[in-house]
Each structure stands twice: as C-alpha cells, then as structure tokens.
C-alpha cells in the first residue's frame, strides 16, 4: 500500500518504533550496564550544603545570605534522598 500523497510505501507506526528500539538496544554494549551507580555519595552534597552555609556565615548582604541558605537546602534535600534510596 502506498501513500495517496507520497510516493512511499506506508508502514505501521508500532512495527517501526520496535525496530528502532531493538536497533538502538543493539548498539549498546553489554559492557556499559556494568558501570556503577554515577551519582555521588550523598556525603559530597552534605558538604556542598555545609560549605554553601559557611559562605552565607561570611556575606554581608542579608539578600544574598538568604539566598544562600535557601540554596543549602538543595543539596541537603538530596543527601537525605539518596540516604533513603540507599537503605
């Protein structure tokens, strides 16, 4: 069968989004599922946020020492949530 505005055979969507799937799943090596876990130790975000405290401690600006100790917040949200995923 064929496109009536195409000059191209029509094909189903399912059937060529399997073959693209399976086509990119070949292509990746075994060797690659190995690699460990790339996020960091929830330890290397707990001491982000300490030092991200320590900067807010030496500002004079109270803006941006706000700013800094709402910002600490993030990589301490993600400590704990790496900490819960991790036991």
Known sequence: MT???LDIPLFPLADALKAGVKALCDTVSPAMLDYPD???PSEDYRQLAH???ELAQET???YA???LIRLSGIPERRADHLERRAD
């Open 3 to 5: 496109s009536p505005y």
């Open 51 to 53: 030092r991200l405290r």
């Open 65 to 67: 020492r706000q700013e």
């Open 38 to 40: 790339p996020s960091p």
């Open 60 to 62: 004079r600006r109270p």
